[in-house]
């Protein structure tokens, strides 16, 4: 019998949500740009829904999966409410032309677990709101200071719930060597590069320099480098623990 190649050991199966999605404002690209945290948040989501669910004490799991849905919610209303407030003042205007945007992105991403498709949609959300904010800037509803402060405000809050999601990651992988399960998140963090967690054509900053972000957010991503944790994956033997 032909003995299995180390890498036909290491396929697994899971499944993904692919999604198609266009980007337009530059602040909502650059939350998707892959050099910044998008890649840790996607692995820490995953880890949390799978690897960290059969690794992790039960009980903590489940405090930090609360944790994770609570963040995701609060950050939800808070769009939605500040969309709905710059719709009130576009609707009272007669309504307001959305501009349009001189390089969208269109990204295509495979969705791992549904902490990530919740994040993604509020990616959406904060490019809908920048939108209409934009648009009653060149109405001039909104000044310029405004749609700045906003602006930063606002892209800050849904890239900020990225680090608090890598928080919580951390977090659960405390659990794991409380539990006494090192060696298997040991072996599942080794096989993070076998596993593909999200593909497609995430807005890079290395030959995408027009989603730089402004001078005033680029400490951004230096913190996030400075933030960043040990990605993990999942692997056939912490699968096999769920059976």
């Known amino acids: 019998m032909a003995s299995q190649t180390p890498t036909s050991k290491r396929a697994f199966s899971k499944p993904v949500l692919e999604q198609t999605l266009t980007i ?38 489940d405090q930090i999966e609360d944790l994770v849905s609570s963040r995701i919610a609060a950050v939800a209303e808070r769009l939605n409410n500040e969309h709905a407030r710059l719709k009130v003042l576009a609707d009272a205007e ?20 549904p902490a990530l498709a919740q994040y993604v949609r509020l990616i959406l959300r904060l490019d809908q709101t920048l939108m209409l ?19 930063h405000d606002l892209r800050r809050l ?29 072996r599942a963090d080794a096989e993070t590069e076998a596993m593909i967690l999200a593909t ?3 807005v890079d900053r290395e030959d995408d320099t027009q989603v730089t972000a402004p001078p005033a957010e680029a ?3 230096e913190q996030d480098r400075q933030r960043a944790v040990s990605e993990t994956s999942i692997s056939e033997t912490a699968a096999s623990r769920s059976g």
Do not use: C
């Not at 939350?31 to 039960?58: C, D, N, P, T």
């Open 219 to 221: 400490e951004d991503g």
């Open 200 to 202: 497609g054509s995430l």
């Open 24 to 61: 337009h404002s530059q602040n909502a690209q650059y939350v998707l740009q892959r050099g910044h945290s998008f890649m840790l948040v996607v692995k820490a989501l995953y880890s949390i829904s799978v690897v960290l669910r059969i690794l992790a004490e039960e009980t903590e799991m």
């Open 94 to 113: 007669g309504g307001v032309p959305l501009p349009r945007y001189t390089n969208p992105r269109e990204v295509t991403l495979q969705v791992s677990s």
């Open 158 to 186: 849904v890239y900020g719930l990225g680090r608090d999601l890598i928080d919580l990651e951390r977090r659960g992988r405390a659990s794991v060597e409380r539990a006494d399960q090192e060696d298997a998140l040991k």
């Open 133 to 151: 904010l934009d648009g009653l800037w060149f109405a001039g509803v909104i000044n310029n200071k405004l749609r700045k402060n906003l602006t």
